[in-house]
Structure formats: C-alpha cells, structure tokens
C-alpha cells in the first residue's frame, strides 16, 4: 500500500511540474521543420500556421527547411531535439512511407509523436506543356508509343509523388522514368521547362502554376474531385482505377515533449485552423481541413503507416 501511495504520490508531482513547465513554455523562438525545399507543399501548410502560432504562444515561430531523403531530414532533426522548442511540420512521406523503405537514423513510432493535424490535399497528375496530351488517355497513348521516353518529377524518392507514379505505371501500364529532386520547387522549375514531362505533385505546390497556364492538370488521384479543379476528372474518370493518393500533414513533437506541451501546442494549432483568414489561405491551395484530437490523429498515424506499408510491399515498390 506505501508503495501504492508513493507511486501515485511521485505520479501526481510529475504531472504538476508538466503542468509548470506547459505555463512557461515557450521561452525562446519555435522551430518548425520542414523537410523540403520553399515553395513545395509542405513548406505552404507550415508557413500558413506559423505565420498564426506565434502571437497565440507569444514567441516567433520559424519555418526552418532541410529538404532530402523523403522529407526524413526535419524529422531526424525534431527527433534528436533537445531544446523543447523544436516540432516538424510532419507529412505523410517521412512518416508513413519512408519507414518502410529507408534505414532512419529516428523511429517514426517511438522518438516522435503526432500531436496536431492539420490536413490533407490531393495529389495531382500534371504534365508540362510541351507534352501533347490533353487527357489521362491521350497521355496512356503516348508513354506505351515511346517506353521510358517519358519522364516524371518528384519531390524524392519515397514521396507521394513517387508512390502515386508508381501505382499509375502498374494501373495504365506504361513505363515512365523517374527523376527526383530535392523538393517539388526545383522539380516543377523542370517540369515548366520541359526538361520533365509529367508529376504527381501536391495541388499546393502547383494550383499557382495550374491556373496561370504554366502546366496543365490531366487528373486529381483522389476519390472525388476538388474544388479547386472541378472541370479536373479523377483518375478513375479518367479510365484509370485503383490509384488514390494524398499527402496529409501534422505537427509532430519529440516523445520527450511533456504532455502539457503537447496540448497546448494541440490547441494553439487547432485555433490557428479555426481562424477564417487561415482557412481561406488553406482553401486556396486546395487543402482539406480536418480536426481532430491528438488520440484520433494518434490512431490515423498508426492506420496511415501499417496502410502504405502494404502498399510498398504489395507493388514491389523500391528507392532509385
């Protein structure tokens, strides 16, 4: 029973302390990471809530970017932080996909924890303008003429883009090459240049270069259209199934960060979406905002990671 009581006694203090520690954080600048290049996807939802988070938590808040190696460089970096103001702005590449093809120096399971989501946005088939196709079809036709003449941008190997391009290859059964970069900024340079044919990208990281002409849009890779592209047709419109992807995105903390701090970056977050001006900036870019609590956006990680998993192992899907 003493020991009982000691244990539920030491238990008691350790929350009050997280307590203190949760009301004078932060005490210096936040860093949110970001595993790619300015201008990509990734880089637009961590600028649309930093430019938030920093007057609710009363510290600048600093979009830091280290782009390679499937956007794991920012979360090896979180992971290893020490500080306790250091958190990445987490996507589905570095958490779920890039576990089960690279040997990472972090635990995606153990040394991070998801803490905030903040939302999801379709991939998009895009092609550059000196390809002459204007649809999904007409684009089949002209990679099954010429066999690995084609070839398609991805912002790494290990990225949505790379693995929706791979799961289209199988489906439409064409071969195109693949060509990464670091970043969907330095790709879709190359893809307006035509030096590339075609990507997957993230409809953040083109809806700009979509509307003012500069590429063109064949296909969404999810399950309805979006709403920001609605003459845009599905891939299974298209006349090809089977083929749906999307990158989500989350902040993520080092499993160190006491569970006070946890929340209340959770909840600073979660106002940061709830504001109209956040929402129509996400909006614009085609994102979906989808609240949840840190234990549904815990159980959507741990579903995510096992789902592409699957997906790697069941198409045979390798790193370059």
Do not use: C
Not at 25 to 46: E, F, H, L, Q
Request: net charge positive; aromatic share 4%; proline share 7%.
């Amino acid at each position: 029973m003493k020991k009982l009581m000691a244990a539920a006694a030491a238990g008691v203090l350790a929350l009050a302390a997280s307590a203190v520690q949760a009301q004078d954080w932060p005490t210096r600048p936040i860093r949110i990471m970001v595993g790619s290049a300015p201008g990509g996807g990734t880089d637009a939802m961590a600028r649309a809530v930093a430019d938030r988070l920093g007057p609710l938590l009363k510290q600048p808040v600093v979009v830091e970017n280290r782009p390679g190696v499937s956007n794991t460089l920012a979360a090896d970096a979180t992971a290893k932080s020490s500080d306790g103001h250091t958190m990445v702005m987490g996507v589905v590449t570095a958490h779920a996909i890039a576990p089960h093809l690279l040997k990472l120096n972090y635990d995606s399971n153990r040394d991070l924890v998801p803490v905030a989501f903040v939302g999801a946005v379709p991939n998009v088939l895009v092609v550059s303008n000196s390809v002459p196709a204007d649809s999904v079809q007409a684009l089949v036709k002209l990679a099954r003429q010429e066999p690995g003449k084609l070839n398609y941008a991805t912002s790494g190997s290990g990225s949505t883009q790379h693995i929706a391009a791979e799961l289209f290859k199988d489906a439409a059964g064409v071969d195109i090459a693949h060509v990464p970069y670091k970043g969907s900024g330095p790709a879709l340079v190359d893809l307006i240049g035509g030096q590339v044919q075609l990507s997957f990208d993230t409809l953040p990281s083109v809806i700009g270069q979509i509307k003012n002409g500069k590429v063109r849009a064949l296909a969404v890779t999810t399950s309805k259209r979006n709403p920001q592209l609605p003459n845009v047709p599905t891939l299974a419109e298209a006349g090809v199934p089977g083929v749906e992807m999307s990158a989500w995105y989350g902040i993520y903390m080092p499993a160190g960060a006491s569970r006070a701090v946890q929340d209340k970056v959770h909840d600073a977050v979660n106002q940061v979406l709830a504001m109209p001006e956040t929402k129509t900036r996400l909006d614009a870019i085609g994102a979906e905002i989808t609240p949840m609590t840190q234990g549904q956006f815990a159980q959507f990680h741990a579903a995510e990671y096992k789902r592409f998993g699957e997906v790697i192992k069941k198409n045979h899907i390798r790193l370059d």
